[in-house]
């Protein structure tokens, strides 16, 4: 189906959805917005399906989806062929689009985008529920997801483990936690990313106790969320790489010796056959090794 | 209308709306699932309107979001009455829901939590265009904002101006910017935080030139844009309470002595006569009279 695919009109579509409206598309492609609006028509009744939903911004359809990340990869291979051969000129940089989450762009990530210089990087921070969503309407060509199943299209590569620590300020484990943690943790004030975040009540549960309590405090940022610990608003389970200096300077302490919590992390990037895809890959892979647990 | 609304009906919805299906919201209300349909059809049947889209999850129409903020305003009430009376279990938390701008969740907002203890915060960060649809979702209570136009049911007040420096790493600016800025700006790699992040283009019309460069990098996080500005990736425009510390440390340079950008900050809640509500805006305002410019 895709090599009989009239390529115009797939970018056309691409421009629509990344201008959000016929008319940006048409100033984008220096086209009449009629001419942006025949070409959508006409792919439109070529595939037999509804491309756009005419919302403000437009947004795909499911099948508009997999047309516009065909047109997104077909674009890459375009940039990278020029790119190979001398010709793209330096008002097109190579752009790559990657999902990270939070707390990975809070603490290793952005050392390997350092690894690859000549590149320009389009960061989207989002949960892992969403970076598959990303993936797979082609917003991003890659993410550190921890999900180890392949989005349709995508390679997967084990990064190694995110060791997350239980910690709170010293004042407030004194005063909330002094004594077995599975009674206390529920009843104490905690630190919660966002609702999505399990993450403590895991610990507690990994602990025996059954949740950790309803004094909850949302603080939907990575350092955010690693201040507020520290300032003795909750306790929380923090990254490692960030806990460290805190517990060495004496303004965090650890809850529990031998107890934590891993995530397994992930790299999914489309199948596609693109140097600087694969240069970013590997300095990912790289770093991910030096910061990450195996 | 309001009083006639039945209010058992109004909470179903609004169960729903939070728990992002039927038969979740059915086991938060310990009720059937059949019961909460009918609950919600009854309400849209008393109302004459779609309240609900049947997605997954279950998103308000905008009839709906009108009845779920009502919703949210009730329960607040109801909240603060019975805290007022001593009712309140230690189950039953004051819980109070703001957007914050990331930069200032990164700088100054957090202190002003700590000045009211005894709350529990449910913290979004947003950018400010959909700070105002939150609001007015009845997600949150209020919002800092950039926009001075009150949504509709809130009050508003100014809270200072943020001040953004055009920083970069020194190696960076010796590299790329040893010359007149308006020239040398436009093809220098530079940092933005996301597609809607137009700062960096206005500070160099602001300077005479005509936007910044194509070479882009977005970083989406307020800290991971400062690490990749004091790493060398590209110039920025930065808090000055981020800034001022990399400043003395000769980790950044200032681009320019005397040129900058300000955002005028605003506080917005809804009008309700909630103490805890007031609490937190006397706080924030105190706050931010210290950390922000007048």
């Known amino acids: ?4 695919l009239p390529l115009e009109q797939v970018r ?3 421009a629509v959805v990344d201008e959000g409206t016929f008319d940006a598309a048409a100033a984008a492609l220096h086209v009449t917005p009629s001419a942006v609006s025949q070409r959508v028509k006409a792919l439109e009744q070529r595939t037999g399906r509804v491309l756009l939903q005419r919302t403000k911004p437009v947004r795909p359809t499911e099948s508009g ?3 516009v990340r065909f047109a997104r990869q077909l ?4 940039r990278d062929a020029r790119g190979e051969l001398g010709l793209s000129g330096p008002g097109e940089p190579t752009r790559v689009s990657v999902a990270v989450n939070a707390d990975s762009l809070a603490t290793w990530f952005l050392q390997a985008l350092l690894r690859v210089p000549g590149l320009c990087f389009e960061l989207h921070r989002e949960d892992e529920d969403h970076t598959a969503a990303l993936l797979r309407e082609g917003l991003v ?5 921890s999900s180890p199943d392949p989005v349709p299209g995508c390679s997967v590569r084990p990064l190694g483990r995110m060791r997350y620590l239980p910690v709170a300020a010293p004042e407030f484990a004194a005063r909330h936690l002094d004594g077995p943690l599975p009674d206390l943790l529920p009843e104490a004030p905690v630190m919660v990313f966002d609702r999505k975040d399990d993450f403590q009540d895991g610990f507690v549960r990994q602990l025996g106790g059954t949740a950790a309590g309803p004094l909850r405090h949302h603080v939907p940022t990575s350092e955010g969320f690693l201040d507020a610990v520290a300032a003795g608003l909750g306790w929380g ?3 490692e790489a960030q806990a460290r200096p805190l517990l060495r300077e004496g303004r965090l302490v650890l809850l529990a010796r031998r107890e934590w919590m891993d995530v397994r992390l992930h790299w999914q990037q489309w ?3 693109s140097p600087a895809l694969a240069a970013l890959a590997e300095a990912v892979s790289t770093t991910a090794a030096q910061a990450l647990r195996h």
């Open 12 to 14: 056309t579509l691409l």
């Open 271 to 273: 199948k596609l056959d």
């Open 237 to 239: 389970m923090v990254p």
């Open 65 to 67: 989806a997999v047309l």
């Open 75 to 78: 674009a890459r291979l375009e």
């Open 141 to 145: 060509m890659a993410a550190v997801t």
């Open 1 to 4: 189906m895709m090599t009989e």
